[in-house]
């Protein structure tokens, strides 16, 4: 024939093409979808082995504070802080709070050690504060802690002990909206203090100590207080 005539490609039916893939045979078609695609993502297995992980974990090295471990406390409603071990069992417990992530921020650190220098320099120290399993009923009305909210259940009853900054015992939100600074003991901003302490400390001119606080500022009190129902040792 022409050499120099075209070529033209072969042309085929749908009819032959799918007799084709009818015939190819089974191990060809297992080969085909056992291949890798280009387009699928690399496992984890092909990335690593198992000899890149470190099973044993005493082999892992210890990691820990460089230097002196200075560890900030709540106690009897005031902050204080020691010199502690960095393998102190407080570092690694974590007390489930409303406020604990916003205390370890740089502006918390700052006010609670301005606040640790005012305590130590207080002319007294802060009253010890009633156990939360003490009682069931507020010191200044006698009544549940649960008497203002629908629900009495164990928690919410917890969540409406509070301990009054300046007495230490135990009284319901109704009976502790009002805020007072107490120098005496190193608090300097107005703190939490309950019906009775504030008539027995306020003055018949001091009117604009007599109205109780919204209840914006009830959420970091509360919090403060479930970290410091239990008190720790003053170190």
């Known amino acids: 024939g022409d050499q120099n005539a075209e070529t033209k490609p072969p042309v085929y039916d749908d009819d032959e093409e799918e007799e084709e893939q009818k015939d190819s045979s089974p191990k060809e078609k297992e080969e085909k979808d056992s291949s890798p695609s280009s387009s699928s993502p690399t496992s984890p297995a092909t990335l690593f082995s198992t000899e890149d992980f470190c099973d044993d974990v005493d082999a892992l090295p210890e990691l820990f504070v460089p230097g002196r471990v200075v560890h900030v406390y709540s106690w009897r409603g005031v902050y204080d802080a020691a010199f502690v071990d960095r393998d102190c069992a407080a570092l690694s417990d974590i007390a489930v709070s409303a406020n604990m992530i916003s205390d ?24 010890p504060w009633q156990p939360f399993h003490a009682t069931d009923s507020c010191s200044c009305c006698d009544a549940k802690f649960t008497w203002h909210v629908t629900s009495s259940s164990e928690a919410q009853t917890y969540r409406e002990k509070h301990n009054c900054r ?13 805020r007072k600074p107490l120098p005496n003991v190193g608090l300097l901003e107005p703190s939490r203090v309950c019906d009775r302490c504030h008539f027995a400390m306020v003055r018949p001119d001091d009117e604009n100590t007599t109205a109780p606080q919204e209840d914006d500022d009830d959420e970091s009190d509360e919090s403060e207080e479930d970290v410091c129902c239990d008190e720790a040792p003053h170190g």
């Open 166 to 178: 300046s007495c230490g015992l135990l009284v319901c939100d109704p009976c502790s909206k009002r």
């Open 104 to 127: 370890h921020s740089i502006q918390s650190y700052f006010d609670a050690i301005n606040e640790i220098i005012e305590v130590r320099q207080a002319a007294e120290d802060p009253p």
